[in-house]
């Protein structure tokens, strides 16, 4: 079956780097994906990465593949007061029609000024 | 461009009311999902649909949710009789429709059930 594992809370002192971690189980999956949830707000894309992939650079935010222990892992560069929110980890399976996402129960980032 | 919408933003009912909520997909999207939220855990997907056809329902309860997207645009969905384990944050979101295609949220339909 499909399970998304993350740590719950990560707390982190501003302009450092946060690093967010999460573990999945279907080595189906094809598509791996990071949202972003702020209070009240729906759920916000930050960036993804497909399953031949190993690393990908997005600005400040880079992700780091590990195919072999199912391990995906969001570094966020000089952490600011607006990065403060839910991260989801989130995988997809593709093949068939069904590609609904699977995710985590989120990580939530506290930034310490 | 529009994204998803999603009416209403909150709503409060009672136990055993029925209740019914509304999405409208970004332009052209093709794919549409419904997720429910609990809080504290990460959405879980509850019915795909691709146009106006059901692709996935697997975690739907059909014994009180339904779902629709008549005209493969808008979709509602709706709970009756609700029950106190049905409060969540209903999220719609939509994808262009091409596999592996990056779904897109709404805001979601914040949903307590007294």
């Known amino acids: 079956g499909e399970d998304v594992e993350q740590s719950l809370f990560l707390s982190v002192r501003e302009g450092d780097s946060s690093v967010i971690n999460c573990t999945y189980t279907?080595?189906?999956?094809?598509?791996l994906y990071w949202y972003k949830q702020e209070p009240g707000a729906g759920l916000q894309l930050l960036t993804y990465?497909?399953?031949?992939?190993d690393m990908k650079q997005d600005q400040r935010l880079t992700v780091l593949l590990n195919k072999k222990d199912k391990h995906l892992s969001l570094r966020i560069a000089d952490t600011q007061t607006g990065d403060s929110a839910i991260y989801f980890c989130?995988?997809?399976?593709?093949?068939?029609?069904?590609?609904?996402?699977?995710f985590g129960k989120g990580t939530h980032l506290i930034i310490q000024p | 461009e529009a994204g998803v919408a999603q009416s209403p933003r909150y709503k409060i009912i009672e136990k055993r009311q029925s209740v019914a909520f509304w999405c409208n997909p970004i332009?052209?999207?093709?794919?549409l999902y419904w997720y429910q939220q609990i809080l504290g855990q990460g959405p879980k997907l509850l019915i795909q649909?691709?146009?106006?056809?059901?692709?996935?329902d697997s975690q739907l309860p059909k014994d009180r949710f339904s779902a629709e997207r008549l005209k493969g645009v808008d979709s509602t969905l709706k709970i009756q009789p609700a029950k106190l384990e049905d409060s969540a944050v209903y999220l719609c979101?939509?994808?262009?429709?091409?596999?592996?295609?990056?779904?897109?949220f709404g805001p979601g339909t914040r949903l307590l059930v007294l």
């Open positions: 979101a939509s994808s262009h429709g091409t596999a592996g295609e990056t779904q897109y």
């Open positions: 279907d080595s189906s999956s094809t598509y």
């Open positions: 990465i497909f399953s031949n992939m």
């Open positions: 989130a995988e997809r399976l593709t093949g068939g029609g069904a590609d609904g996402l699977t």
């Open positions: 332009s052209g999207h093709a794919t």
């Open positions: 649909f691709q146009n106006n056809g059901v692709v996935d």
